[in-house]
């Protein structure tokens, strides 16, 4: 089953397509990490769908989709916040046993300053998000904020986790090298950083940039 986006005289809605019914096709697209979960590319030719398939109320489909984005950008936030835990910890295991200059590295001021992050102000901002949706109430806004920094601060604390490691970093001995990898892709599923950013502002100022 595939929900599509399509424009109509009332804006946009959404309307259910079958695969065996109505048809379309699903290619696995490979990426640099996140493999467990499936990204595709869907390619529909000829398909004619009754208005029966229609979801909601027709031109209900842009709300109804920034809806569903409060629920995903709260979780990519939640995906963030984890990847940060696990670096964090590889980070503080590696930092205790490693040894340079007569001492473990988590002695040294710079190394004991990386290990500084943001996770648990990236989970707090994730758990207000999950708050309002629960309570009911609409937050565009604060979802936005909870995925651009989230993502962002996942991609600093992983990059930090590696430089930390020195060169065992940048080898596929270490888990740090994976989760890096993992951190750049989250930024960008559910809107970009950049979007964030723009929904952000025109949540504050009511003037849209798009």
Avoid at 144 to 159: G, P, Y
């Amino acid at each position: 089953m595939l929900i599509y986006t399509v424009r109509g005289e009332k804006g946009l809605s959404h309307i259910l397509i079958d695969r065996k019914e109505h048809g379309y096709e699903a290619r696995n697209i490979d990426k640099i990490e996140l493999s467990s979960q499936s990204t595709a590319q869907i390619f529909i030719t000829d398909a004619r769908v009754p208005e029966t398939n229609l979801i909601g109320e027709e031109g209900d489909g842009l709300r109804n989709t920034m809806k569903v984005f409060e629920v995903a950008r709260a979780h990519v936030g939640t995906l963030s916040v984890e990847i940060m835990r696990a670096s964090l910890e590889e980070a503080i295991a590696y930092a205790k046993e490693r040894k340079q200059f007569g001492k473990v590295i988590a002695a040294h001021q710079l190394i004991a300053a990386k290990i500084a992050n943001m996770v648990d102000a990236a989970s707090l901002m994730c758990q207000r998000v999950f708050g309002l949706i629960d309570a009911g109430v609409r937050c565009d806004m604060q979802a936005s904020m909870a995925k651009a920094f989230t993502t962002e601060a996942a991609v600093q604390v992983c990059r930090d986790a590696v430089q930390l490691h020195g060169g065992n970093g940048i080898t596929k001995k270490f888990n740090v090298e994976r989760l890096l990898r993992e951190a750049i892709i989250i930024p960008i599923p559910d809107g970009t950083t950049e979007i964030q950013q723009l929904i952000i502002s025109r949540a504050l100022t009511g003037v849209a940039a798009f």
